[in-house]
């Protein structure tokens, strides 16, 4: 065996291992819960814009993205636009011809003015809307047509109908090999207030809309490696392998 094969073996061991030690599951969702009162997602930037995400999940996302190569990352919800710049930069260093599309309700002028001006900005389309309009629906169907390799990033609205129907949506766009990631699944985990001035909560989330899908959807699987390495996740059960081709197995 040589170093690297080795090195992987070890590693997964370890893994393994970890995602079995109740203690540090629990750990690692008492640090998310303790920290979400210090708005801790908001502390990191990527090439100098906010992105509000863990850091863990954009290490999971880098190595998605490597492994995959799509031509095309679609991301409902994109604040700030550091996602969308993080996105983009990784296609940059694949150095392939990719873009992402961003949709958003209301992409505010400071934030649009910022995300234009970025180095990263000519492999952006930006498109304001609800994600669940026909219209916005339609111009990214449009797009993917031309692509082979399409990703798609759930992070808008977090309400179980309003996720439900993105999954509905937007699942035909992932091709096989490639994720559906659907962010803030960890809000069933957290305490009952955290999100006292949001729609969402523990009854009320994207968890529950991602059970719902699998159910009556077999083209997508849990990535449960994923989630067991990273430990601190804002998306267990979140990241969704497409393993079947559309209308076809």
Same mark, same amino acid.
């Given at each position: 065996?040589?170093?690297?094969?080795?090195?992987?073996?070890?590693?997964?061991? +370890?893994?393994?291992?970890?995602?079995?030690?109740?203690?540090?599951?629990?750990?690692?969702?008492?640090?998310?819960?303790?920290?979400?009162?210090?708005?801790?997602?908001?502390?990191?930037?990527?090439?100098?814009?906010?992105?509000?995400?863990?850091?863990?999940?954009?290490?999971?996302?880098?190595?998605?993205?490597?492994?995959?190569?799509?031509?095309?990352?679609?991301?409902?919800?994109?604040? !700030?636009?550091?996602?969308?710049?993080?996105?983009?930069?990784?296609?940059? %260093?694949?150095?392939?011809?990719?873009?992402?599309?961003?949709? +958003?309700?209301?992409?505010?002028? !400071?934030?649009?003015?910022?995300?234009?001006?970025?180095?990263?900005?000519?492999?952006?389309?930006?498109?304001?809307?609800?994600?669940?309009?026909?219209?916005?629906?339609?111009?990214?169907?449009?797009?993917?047509?031309?692509?082979?390799?399409?990703?798609?990033?759930?992070?808008?609205? !977090?309400? !179980?109908?309003?996720?439900?129907?993105?999954?509905? %949506?937007?699942?035909?766009?992932?091709?096989?090999?490639?994720?559906?990631?659907?962010?803030?699944?960890?809000?069933?985990?957290?305490?009952?207030?955290?999100?006292?001035?949001?729609?969402?909560?523990?009854?009320?989330?994207?968890?529950?809309?991602?059970?719902?899908?699998?159910?009556?959807?077999?083209?997508?699987?849990?990535?449960?490696?994923?989630?067991?390495?990273?430990?601190?996740?804002?998306?267990?059960?979140?990241?969704?392998?497409?393993?079947?081709? %559309?209308?076809?197995?």
């Amino acid at each position: 065996m040589n170093f690297w094969a080795d090195f992987t073996l070890k590693r997964s061991i +370890d893994i393994n291992k970890m995602s079995k030690d109740q203690k540090a599951k629990k750990l690692g969702l008492e640090f998310l819960n303790y920290t979400a009162k210090y708005k801790y997602t908001y502390n990191f930037t990527w090439l100098g814009s906010p992105i509000i995400q863990f850091p863990q999940d954009m290490v999971a996302i880098q190595e998605i993205v490597w492994k995959v190569k799509p031509d095309l990352i679609v991301e409902t919800g994109i604040a !700030h636009g550091g996602s969308l710049i993080f996105y983009a930069s990784l296609l940059e %260093l694949i150095g392939n011809k990719g873009k992402v599309i961003g949709i +958003d309700v209301d992409i505010r002028k !400071h934030n649009r003015t910022e995300i234009e001006k970025h180095p990263m900005f000519k492999r952006i389309v930006l498109l304001q809307g609800s994600s669940l309009e026909p219209d916005i629906v339609q111009k990214v169907n449009s797009f993917a047509k031309k692509r082979k390799k399409v990703l798609v990033a759930l992070d808008s609205n !977090h309400t !179980h109908n309003h996720v439900l129907r993105e999954l509905q %949506l937007y699942s035909p766009l992932v091709t096989k090999g490639s994720y559906l990631v659907v962010f803030d699944t960890v809000i069933e985990d957290m305490d009952e207030d955290s999100f006292p001035d949001r729609p969402w909560n523990k009854q009320n989330n994207p968890k529950i809309a991602v059970r719902q899908f699998l159910k009556s959807n077999s083209r997508f699987v849990v990535d449960r490696d994923i989630e067991n390495k990273l430990l601190i996740t804002v998306a267990p059960g979140g990241y969704l392998k497409c393993i079947e081709d %559309l209308g076809r197995k």
